[in-house]
Every structure is written in C-alpha cells, then in structure tokens.
C-alpha cells in the first residue's frame, strides 16, 4: 500500500512545480510534493541529498539518579541504528529499558537521566526537542466528543500553514483517514464515560493518525499495540511497516507480539537489564538463539521463547514452584529450564557481543554516521498563533457544548438551586428580618452556588490531558490554550450565571431597577468564573482530579470564612485573617459590592412599628461594616482582575513545569550524584539532545494518579 498520500493533485502540483525554495525546485529524494511544500515552509533550509531519517546511536548508555544519590544504569552501551523503509522493533521483558531507550532517541529522558554516547540523526547532532520526530505515547489522550475526523482535522488545522486551503487540508486529513484504515468509524465519536465510541484499537490508529499527519520522516511509538486483541495489534502493525515502506523510520516498542506481528518486524532489538541481546533482522532470531544453544521448542512462537528466554522473571517463578510442577520442569528437554534466566541471559549478552550481528551493526553505524543529510524538523505547527487560537477555541467549545457532563449538568443544577434559593426567600421584602435575609441571601449565593462550579473540574483534567499530549508534540503553545479556553467556556458561564441569576433575582426581588440586577448577575459570572480559573491554577499543579477538587473545596472554605459574613470584616482577625486572607477572597470582594448593591437606597422597618425606619446605607456600615465609600463597581472591577491573576498563574505554573522544574531535578539529582560519588561525574548530559518533559513520565503520573474520570 502506498502511504504517502497527497492533499489532492492541486497541491501536489502546486508545492512540486513552485518549490522554488533552497533546493533549487528540484524533488528531493524520498520526500513527496506535499511533505516538501510543508518543509521548505517551515525549515528554509537547502535540501542537500536524501532527507529521511537515518538514526544511530552508539554506545549510549543512560543512568538514573534514584532516592539520596544512588545511580542506576538503565541502559548500558547500546549501539544500533534505524534506516527509512524500515521497522524496528525494541523487545524485552518489563523493565529492560525499551521506553528508556525511545525516550533517549527522541530527546525525552526525564531531568534525572543522564546519558553519554553519540546519537546522529542523519550523522549530525540533531536538536530533538518538542516536535521533531513524532512521538505516540502509550496512553490515547483524545477529545471523547470529537468525531473521528474532526479530531484529525482540528489537529491538522493547528499544524498545517494557514495558506494551505481548507480543501486541501481536508483532503489531506481524508488520505490520512484512508491510510490508517479509519474510514469505517471515520464520523464516530471517539467516545468517553456517557458516549460509546470507536474501539481500543481505532483509538490507537486516531493517535497513530495525528502524528503521522504531518509526515514526518521519524516515527517512534512507545507499546502501540498493548492492550490490543491480536487483529487490532496485527492491523495497527501493519499499518506501522507499510508507513517505514514508505520510506519513513520507525521504532516502536512491543511488548508480547503474536507470531504474526512478529513476522512483519524489518529488524529487532532484544534488550534486558538495558544490555542489547540481539540486534540485527527479525527474521535471523531465531537462527541466534539455536546458535547460542536456546533453540526454540516445536510449537512455541519464536518471541515468546526469546522473551522467554530473556526475563529473569522466571527464575522467581520457578524458584516458587513445588512438587510436581518442579518435577515437570526439571524433566524437560528445553535447555532453559536446566539453568536459571540470569546465566541464559548472561550467555545470550555475550554470544551477542562476539557475534557477526554486532559487528554489522558497528560497521553499519559507522557507515550511516559518515554521510551527512539534511536534518528536518518533524513535529511542530506551521499555523499561526491566530489561526490556533481561533482553531482550539472551536474545537473546545464544540467540545463543550457536546459533553453533558462539562456545562449542561452544570447549568441544571444550578437553575435548580436557584429555584430553591428563590422559593426560601421569596419577596424578601424590607422589613426588619429582611436585613439579615438578604445578607444571609447573598452570601450563600456568593458563596456555596459559586462553590459549586468545581464539579467541572475532571473535565478540565480531561482537557488539560490533551493539552500534555499535543504541547509535548509542539502542536501549539500555553497561551494558544489558556485564551482558547477563556474564550470558549465565556458563553456556557454567561448562558448559567444569567439565567441563574435571573432566577434568584427575581423570585426574591432583590433592589429593583436594571443596573442592580446587571450587577448582581454580573458579579455572579465574575465570581464563578474566578472559580473556574482557580480551579485551572490548581490543575497545573497537581492533575489528579480527586486531589484538585480537595485542595480547590479547602482553598474556597477558606476563603468563605473570610468573606466578612461568618464574622463580621472589622471582627475578623487582623495578622493573616483580615490582611491578607480577606482581601485574597475573591467572596469578600463580591460580598462587598452585592450588600451595596441591595442596601443601598433600600429603607427597612425597625423592630417596633414606632421607632423610625431604618436606611439601608446605616445597615452597611454598622450590620455589615461595608466600607461605603468604595464603589460597588470597584468591588466588581477587583474580581474580575482575579480572573486574569489566576489565569496568569496557570500560565506560569505550566511554564514553569516544563521549563524550570526540570532543570531544577537534573541540578539537584547531578549534585547528589557528585556529593555520593564525591567527584565529577564521568557521565554527562546530553550535548546533543535537549532534556524535554518526559512523555513517560507525565503518562505514568497520569496513569499513578488514576486520572481518568471515565
Ligand atoms: N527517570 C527514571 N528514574 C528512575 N528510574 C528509572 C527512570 N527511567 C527508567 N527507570 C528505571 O529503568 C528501568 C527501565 O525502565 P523502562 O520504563 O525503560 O523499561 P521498559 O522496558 O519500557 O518497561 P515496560 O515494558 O514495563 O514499560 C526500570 O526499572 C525503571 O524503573
């Protein structure tokens, strides 16, 4: 099957005929028209010679720093190389270093791994770092609303140039749809907790998908095809060889392929404990393992026996058996239950060392290394900042507007608790119990039914996980999210806060006239959108939802007892309570500004029916101490710079974690290493790969924390 496909003839012909760029126009060999046009875009640089992917890597070797200073090395003297047209398989018991090994070609490791060795991308230090190859993670972090194409076309919108017609990218998301075997579920929802969506092996070819949409000529995948059934693992597989046929490069790691995954691998890497164990073609493995005396039993798959064979895992497993299950093992032929996994093991590393595959591969490495190709720039976006803005606000929103559970659940519950809130205090009135009525009114509103705006918080987390997914990718960057999200919810929040607000409003009949009730609705909005915002703080910091939702319930418990109803603002304590805690609470701002809007022009009965009345503005400033002379609208004013506060936290809170957190963990963990080992370290960081937020790691703190709201 021919992978490369075109956005339609009417591009191919535009990008070939005028690609005028540094190439001279001429087509570079094993890229098509329309990756061209896309690299002479984005790169501007002089296409010398072939510019697929040719990766090698030589003696790499990665150590870990783990707890006070410890080093651990997860991968030892790897040497190896991947062609384009080929697929590359890294197998190898859990544990081995098969994620460590991708994430160091790609330019992942986490901040506390240190890696020495040379690594060429076309025999040049490449830069790998957001973007440039594509990377697909173990974890199918997709928008469950979307269709299956609306996914790809929003994705493409985000990346591909903005000059780049519609009708072409739509073509081009089709050829994608086509190629990765989509077009049966093409206009299924992905799905998520109340949606029922495409399968778990669609899903994988929708993340295979995105990433192969801007054809990139490097491909890794960590584990594509775990948790697959055979059919789904054996088709996405396929897939994969048919993208290396095309003369893309591809690494993936495979955990327990069946024998008919196995036959479509181009070339194998056997690891355990992070030592190579065999590396040269798939299809010779089996002929390494007789000769180095593990020949593999009649009937067993070949992968599981070199599997088998390399996990010393057994050897607990064995060392735990009793009786005849013991027996029957000591009474088999096979040679490796005559000796324990770790000696086999042993014996493999170091048949493979003095054999002709290692060699081969030096020397092939070497050979690769010489020749000096154009280095391209895989991942990234061609779009504009506008064009990405205004491309994830729609999908956002659509988002939205599509999942019950992120707004329209919301707005039900809140009419509803307004309805309540209006029936207990219905026509307040101005007499004398009004005066405490309409305080306790307002801080119940301000407080508890703004509170409830956290239940959309694992949506966010939801959300936040796309945004980790396609940040790492370099799909788009932290301002593109934060405005496209702002904008995206502003209608859903105005939409409840509005009509809730109405309600309450109304039933109760709060201080009447227009600019009392667009205060009070308003105020209402600001308030819950500070929520929001928080809300959105506390997800850049800690992204589990069940932690978020504690931390962010506490921080507004707190700020509620601030707010000056619970106790009175002159009575609140003054070290930390009244400054600054209650100048913090976003409630006492609100509360400030509603008990002015109500009171103000409002004369309410006294006790008694012949003491004088009593005005609304001595209510405030000895009932409620309000300071009066600050304008109400100041008050609204102060909310709504909270938002933006908040919202400017989470930008740098997520600026933060990718940039200064690890830089900060490969300082302490290099300074531990050096206080330990009490000398320099002989072990450097990479100078030919920048240190980027490990995908692994985010994907595994996600999966830690359990994440998943679905
Ligand atoms: N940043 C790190 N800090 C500490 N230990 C690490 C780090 N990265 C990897 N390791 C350790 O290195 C070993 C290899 O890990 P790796 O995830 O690469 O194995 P794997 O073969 O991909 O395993 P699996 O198939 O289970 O995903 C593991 O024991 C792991 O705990």
Redesign the pocket.
């Known amino acids: 099957m021919a992978m490369e496909i075109e956005a339609s003839s009417k591009a191919s012909g535009n990008s070939n005929n005028n690609g005028g760029g540094g190439g001279g126009g001429g087509v570079v060999p094993a890229l098509s028209p329309l990756s061209e046009t896309l690299w002479r875009e984005k790169t501007d640089t002089e296409f010398i010679g072939d510019v697929s992917a040719r990766l090698t890597w030589k003696d790499l070797t ?1 150590m ?3 707890g006070n200073g410890e080093t ?1 090395n ?2 030892e003297g790897l040497t190896g190389y991947a062609e384009p047209g080929t697929f590359t398989a ?1 197998m ?12 160091a070609l790609s330019g992942r ?5 240190f890696l020495s060795g040379t690594i060429l991308l076309n025999g040049r230090k490449a830069k790998l770092s957001f973007g440039t190859a594509a990377y697909v993670t ?1 974890d199918d972090n997709l928008i469950g609303t979307l269709t299956v194409r609306e996914t790809i076309l929003y994705s493409a919108r985000l990346r591909l140039p903005d000059k780049m017609a519609r009708s072409d990218k739509r073509a081009l998301v089709d050829s994608t749809i086509v190629a990765m075997g989509l077009q049966d579920c093409a206009d299924t929802v992905i799905g998520n907790w109340h949606l029922r969506g495409i399968s778990g092996g669609e899903k994988r070819r929708v993340s295979i998908a995105l990433e192969i949409l801007m054809r990139p000529r490097l491909l890794f995948l ?2 594509p095809t775990s948790g697959l059934d055979s059919a789904s693992a054996f088709f996405v597989t396929q897939t994969l060889r048919a993208l290396a046929r095309d003369g893309r490069t591809v690494i993936a ?1 495979i ?1 327990q392929p069946s024998s008919e995954v196995f036959e479509l691998f181009d070339r194998l890497y056997l ?1 355990s404990g ?1 030592k190579t164990v065999y590396f040269g073609q798939a299809s010779e493995a089996y002929e390494f393992f007789a000769q180095a005396g593990f020949p593999c039993p009649a009937l067993r798959n070949p992968s599981d026996h070199f599997l088998r064979c390399i996990n010393s895992d057994f050897d607990k497993v064995k060392s735990t058996l009793k009786g005849s299950m013991k027996l029957r093992f000591e009474g088999s032929d096979d040679p490796l239950d005559k000796i324990t996994t770790t000696e086999a093991i042993r014996t493999l590393i170091d048949y493979y060392r003095t054999s002709q595959h290692s060699y081969a591969a030096i020397q092939k490495v070497d050979e690769i290394s010489k020749v000096k190709g154009t280095v391209l720039d895989a991942g990234g976006s061609q779009a504009s900042f506008l064009m990405q803005s205004y491309t994830l606000t729609k999908r956002s929103f659509i988002n939205m507007s599509r999942d019950f559970g992120y707004y329209w659940l919301r707005l039900v519950i809140y009419i509803l608790v307004t309805i309540c809130i209006g029936t207990i205090y219905l026509n307040v009135g101005t007499g004398y119990n009004s005066i405490l009525a309409r305080g306790s009114c307002a801080s119940f509103v301000f407080g508890f039914v703004t509170f409830m705006s956290i239940g959309g918080f694992p949506s966010f987390v939801e959300d936040m996980k796309v945004f980790q997914r396609e940040r790492l990718n370099g799909h788009y960057g932290v301002t593109a999210f934060v405005i496209s999200n702002t904008l995206s919810a502003m209608p859903f929040l105005i939409l409840i806060t509005f009509l809730s607000g109405t309600i309450c409003y109304f039933m109760v009949r709060l201080h009447p006239g227009f600019w009392h009730y667009l205060f009070f609705v308003l105020c209402l909005y600001a308030s819950v959108t500070v929520v929001e915002s928080l809300m959105m703080a506390i997800a850049s910091i800690v992204p589990n939802f069940l932690m978020g939702i504690i931390i962010g319930a506490g921080i507004q418990g707190i700020f509620m007892l601030v707010s000056g109803y619970f106790r009175l603002p002159h009575d609140i304590p003054k070290p930390v309570w009244r400054y600054p805690m209650s100048y913090i609470s976003f409630h006492f701002w609100a509360l400030q500004g509603q008990y002015q809007n109500d009171l103000v022009g409002l004369i309410f009965d006294n006790q008694l029916p012949d003491l004088p009345k009593i005005p609304g503005e001595y209510v405030l400033e000895n009932v409620f101490q309000i300071d009066v002379n600050r304008s109400k609208w100041t008050d609204l004013s102060v909310i709504f710079s909270m938002i933006i506060i908040y919202r400017i936290i989470f930008f740098i809170m997520i600026k933060i974690n990718e940039d200064v957190t690890p830089w900060v963990r490969g300082y302490i963990a290099r300074r531990r290493m050096q206080q330990k080992s009490g000398t320099q370290n002989t072990t450097i960081a990479p100078d030919v790969l920048t240190q980027s937020p ?1 995908l ?2 985010y994907v ?1 703190t996600q999966r830690r924390n359990g994440t998943s709201n679905s």
């Open positions: 990665v870990v720093t783990i651990q997860v991968l890294l190898g018991p859990s544990g081995s270093g098969k994620s460590t090994l991708l994430d490791l986490a901040a506390n791994a173990q960590d584990e790691s955990h690891l992070g490990s692994r790691a595994s």
